[in-house]
Each structure stands twice: as C-alpha cells, then as structure tokens.
C-alpha cells in the first residue's frame, strides 16, 4: 500500500454529476443513524447500530480522514438529500493475508438503491485513489450473497480471484457472515474499464 498525502487538498469536496462527496457535519448524524438502522442496510453486517454506535462511527471515520488524508465521505445528493449514506476510501482495521490495503466502501439508504449512486460515487473515489493518492490497488469485500455491492464493484472494474476469498477476522468461523469474497482492481486495471462499463 503506498498513498501520497496531498496537503489541504485532500479535504475538498469531490463531485460527481449527481454526488457531492464531502466531510461530515454534526447534521449527518441524525439520518446516519436511521441509515445504520434500518435491517436491510445492515443485512450483510452483524447487527444493526444503535444511535450511540452510529455516532461513533462518524467520530472513526472523521479520525481516519485525519490521520490517513482519506476516509469515507458523507454523500450528499443536491436537491434531493443532504445525506443519502457514505462512499469512500479506508484502510481497514484488521489483518488478513491482502493486508495492508486500502478498501473502496459504500452504505447508502434503502430509499437511494437502484439508481447507480454508488456505482457512480465509487468510480469517482477509484479516481481519487489512482490519481490523487498514487495507489497503486484498491480492494473491496463483502459476504457472498451481497449481490448489491458485489455489482458495484464488477461495474466499476473490480474482479474476483476465488483464491483470495477469506474468514473475517473479526468474526468466529462459525457466524454465518464471516466468509468474505474479495475484489481487486489496479491502476492500469482501472485506466482500462473506467469509460468502458456502465451503470446497471
């Protein structure tokens, strides 16, 4: 893993055709922590946040863009929503054989599924990373099943090695989400598919 910080350029707002991406605000906290409660958000995760853990992770997230340059940013769809969940860039906090790395992760609301924002804001932070932070691989994981995300990251030019599929550490071998699959996709990998894919 190797990142390039960029001084205070790196806290600007990213913007898509439809996206801001941006840092959050203490006003983000109320319609995350709905995000992070509603159970088919949180199908693919271990439990459902309280407001207390939402918060918290907000506090992570906003430390992790302090000390890394990058993190996850809050997305906020002009005219339609202030906070519509987060997509973004983060080192992830476990150890697995693909460690070190930097993960590409989306959460969005249930009400902002199916209209190609998080294909749309992942391309755009596969950019970032490539461009700004001179990465040279970006990852992704998810749970088998998650189809969702699992088409995000093929429709943004990530691919799948079976061989790569692992155990998350953070959860007994016995839990039912604790298989992993794992995605990858490199600069020139990137270069390649960005223009060539389209939203499902």
Same mark, same amino acid.
């Given at each position: +893993? $190797? ?20 840092? &959050? ?16 958000? +949180?199908?693919?995760?271990? $439990?459902?946040?309280?407001?207390? !853990? ?18 996850? &940013? ?8 202030p906070l519509a969940g987060f997509?973004?860039? $983060? ?19 249930? !009400?902002? &599924? @199916? #209209? ?10 596969l950019a970032w990373g490539f461009?700004?932070? !001179?990465? %040279? ?11 969702? $995300?699992? #088409?995000? +990251?093929?429709?943004? @030019? +990530? ?9 998350? *550490? ?5 839990? *039912?989400?604790?298989?992993?699959v794992l995605y990858r996709c490199?600069? %020139? ?12």
């Amino acid at each position: +893993m $190797s990142a390039r910080r960029t001084g205070d350029r790196r806290f600007e707002p990213l913007k898509t055709e439809r996206l801001i991406l941006r840092r &959050w605000r203490p006003s983000d906290r109320t319609p995350f922590a709905a995000i992070n409660a509603d159970p088919q958000v +949180m199908e693919y995760f271990p $439990s459902r946040l309280t407001p207390e !853990q939402s918060d918290a992770s907000i506090a992570r997230i906003e430390a992790h863009f302090d000390r890394h340059g990058f993190g996850f &940013w809050a997305v906020e769809i002009p005219h339609f929503t202030p906070l519509a969940g987060f997509i973004g860039l $983060s080192v992830p906090r476990f150890e697995a054989h693909f460690t070190p790395c930097v993960e590409i992760g989306w959460r969005l609301g249930r !009400q902002y &599924w @199916g #209209r190609g924002y998080a294909t749309e804001g992942a391309r755009a932070a596969l950019a970032w990373g490539f461009e700004r932070l !001179q990465l %040279s691989e970006i990852v992704s994981f998810t749970v088998p099943h998650n189809w969702r $995300s699992r #088409r995000v +990251m093929e429709n943004i @030019g +990530m691919t799948r090695d079976p061989n790569d599929d692992f155990r998350h *550490p953070a959860l007994a071998d016995t839990h *039912p989400l604790s298989c992993h699959v794992l995605y990858r996709c490199d600069r %020139s990998a990137f270069a390649r598919s960005r223009f060539s894919n389209t939203d499902p």
